[in-house]
Nanobody, 123 residues
Framework: QVQLVESGGGLVQAGGSLSLSCAASGRTFSRDAMGWFRQVAGKGREFVAAVNWNGGRKYYADFVGGRFTICRDNAKNTVYLRMNSLKPEDTAVYYC????????????????WGQGTQVTLSS
């Protein structure tokens, strides 16, 4: 059974930082692109960041503006999202996505999803 489990969410003040982790189990994702998406209540899920299989290529949504960093540790079958300079508008449920195919900014290109972790910003 393939599972992606996110952790690291929580309540943080604006301007603060959080590191999210996504631990995969059930199969290795070392040859797959991985991504992070987020969803605000009442809105659709949006792309945040993605990384190719070996970490050599990374992609970010425009709103990230250099504040977030995606990385991966294939030995641990884990992908991370380091978020700095957080803003109130970053409040959302953050989802990990695995086995990305072609267009990594599109959620339908991913075969596996985690349950999400809540990130809440206080101003």
């Amino acid at each position: 059974q393939v599972q992606l489990v996110e952790s690291g969410g929580g309540l943080v003040q604006a301007g603060g930082s959080l590191s999210l982790s996504c631990a995969a189990s059930g199969r290795t994702f070392s040859r797959d692109a991985m991504g992070w998406f987020r969803q605000v209540a009442g809105k659709g899920r949006e792309f945040v960041a993605a990384v190719n299989w070996n970490g050599g290529r990374k992609y970010y949504a425009d709103f990230v503006g250099g504040r977030f960093t995606i990385c991966r540790d294939n030995a641990k079958n884990t992908v991370y999202l380091r978020m700095n300079s957080l803003k109130p508008e970053d409040t959302a449920v953050y989802y990990c996505a695995g086995e990305g195919r072609r267009s990594l900014i599109r959620q339908h290109e991913y075969a596996h999803w985690g349950q999400g972790t809540q990130v809440t910003l206080s101003s």
